[in-house]
């Protein structure tokens, strides 16, 4: 028998604005929830002294009946850079080892990043129409390096989880840096 949970559920994404509707969580991520990731700890505390400059911002929707849960994540990255790196997302892991996700690229350019955090790495050139399915075992994080919005839709299992701390600690290989006006991709050390 049916529930209340257990019935379709229809949203409407405006193409102009990448705003779903009807959306019960935003979550914005300022620079102050993102200091850690920027390896110029020197540039992101002389910017702070002026602004908490919005990085991104995660649209999010749960879809969960009686018998499963997936989930729908509308990111919009905004341009720009903290000490030459690009603005990019916290990157995370999931805590479940057999949840795969799906993201796709509305518009903007830029990279996703991909490491397993025990040595093996990709960095994905992205553009508007890539779609990249994401394995389970590896981390990922996506990295704005045009000059206008980057939007991507992220398709999951709420179940798959997020692990942002091992992210944190870990850090990826790479590094995605503006050198001489373009992106260029930097091993870390």
Known sequence: MLTEIDF?????????????DPCP???????SDLKMMF????????ILKEENRLIYEIRYYPFRTSKSDMALA???????????EYHMTKGHKHERDDQPEVYYCVKGEGFLLLDTLEGEFQAIPWRAGTITHIP??????VINTGTDLLVFIGVFHLSAGHDYEIVAQKGFSYRVYAVDGKPALIRQT
Request: proline share 11%; aromatic share 8%.
């Open 136 to 141: 389970p075992m590896w981390a990922h994080r």
């Open 74 to 84: 509308v990111t919009r990255i905004f341009p720009g850079n903290i000490g030459g």
């Open 39 to 46: 390896k110029d700890q020197q540039a992101v505390d002389e």
């Open 8 to 20: 379709p559920i229809t949203l409407a994404l405006d193409p102009e604005s990448d705003i779903f």
């Open 25 to 31: 969580q935003v979550t914005p991520r300022y620079l």
